[in-house]
Nanobody
Framework: QVQLQESGPGLVKPSQTLSPTCTVS??????????WSWIRQPPGKGLEWMGA???????HYSPSLKSRTSISRDTSKNQFSLQLSSETPEDSAVYYC???????????????????WGQGTIVNVSS
């Protein structure tokens, strides 16, 4: 059974870059045909799909975040990471990683699209 675990700094200062990492166990991030997504949920708001990296290394981003988002992977460690630049307090959220279909936006939250999630890591952006 695949398991995902997020890790990253709990506190980030404004204008810095947030870089959480997702470590995957019980399955390979190169296994066809999965995509590995980053999702966040700000306090009191809904889930927001941010972007994903595919089993083949292809990347896909939310249009609203594309200019300051990058997702990369380290296949030797079976990890993938998010880089979100130019942080503001509005980026404070619980950040999740997940495995599932190639999807984007709200369709990722349709039944069965994302079949495994990490527990989430809380990030506060504050000076």
């Amino acid at each position: 059974q695949v398991q995902l675990q997020e890790s990253g700094p709990g506190l980030v200062k404004p204008s810095q870059t947030l870089s959480p990492t997702c470590t995957v166990s019980g399955g390979s991030i190169t296994t066809s045909y999965y995509a590995w997504s980053w999702i966040r949920q700000p306090p009191g708001k809904g889930l927001e799909w941010m972007g994903a990296i595919g089993y083949d290394g292809s990347t896909h981003y939310s249009p609203s975040l594309k200019s300051r988002t990058s997702i990369s992977r380290d296949t030797s460690k079976n990890q993938f990471s998010l880089q979100l630049s130019s942080e503001t307090p509005e980026d404070s959220a619980v950040y999740y990683c997940a495995r599932g279909d190639f999807c984007s936006g709200s369709e990722c939250f349709a039944s069965g699209a994302l079949d495994a999630w990490g527990q989430g890591t809380i990030v506060n952006v504050s000076s």
